[in-house]
């Protein structure tokens, strides 16, 4: 079973700022491609986020400029900065590797909501 455990979450004011971190197994962390992911209300899940073992990021337009993706490779964990956020930022954000097909195996993802 993949560990995957996202924090960080939470109710935010439009243009503030939040941190997220995703903890998981070194198995993992040591072998794939990262990346978050968020599934906004009545919308499919969808990948954000890129991160390679060496630090390659890469971003949606959605996201490009405000989001910044990190990884700790000694501490397993994932992170995402989320600055400048949107209304339409609203919704539970997971970590999980990049593959394809997308993962079978999810956390329990981190709540979002930007709201004044």
């Known amino acids: 079973q993949v560990q995957l455990v996202e924090s960080g979450g939470g109710l935010v004011q439009p243009g503030g700022s939040l941190r997220l971190s995703c903890v998981t197994s070194?198995?993992?962390?040591?072998?794939?491609?990262m990346a978050w992911y968020r599934q906004g209300p009545g919308k499919k899940r969808e990948v954000i986020a890129t991160v390679t073992g060496g630090g390659t990021t890469s971003y949606v337009d959605a996201v490009k400029g405000r989001f910044t993706i990190s990884r700790d490779n000694d501490k397993n964990t994932l992170y995402l900065q989320m600055n400048s956020l949107k209304v339409e930022d609203t919704a539970v954000y997971y970590c999980?590797?990049?593959?394809?097909?997308?993962?079978?195996?999810w956390g329990q993802g981190t709540q979002v909501t930007v709201s004044a």
């Open positions: 999980n590797r990049r593959i394809t097909p997308d993962p079978q195996e």
């Open positions: 070194r198995d993992i962390f040591s072998t794939y491609v």
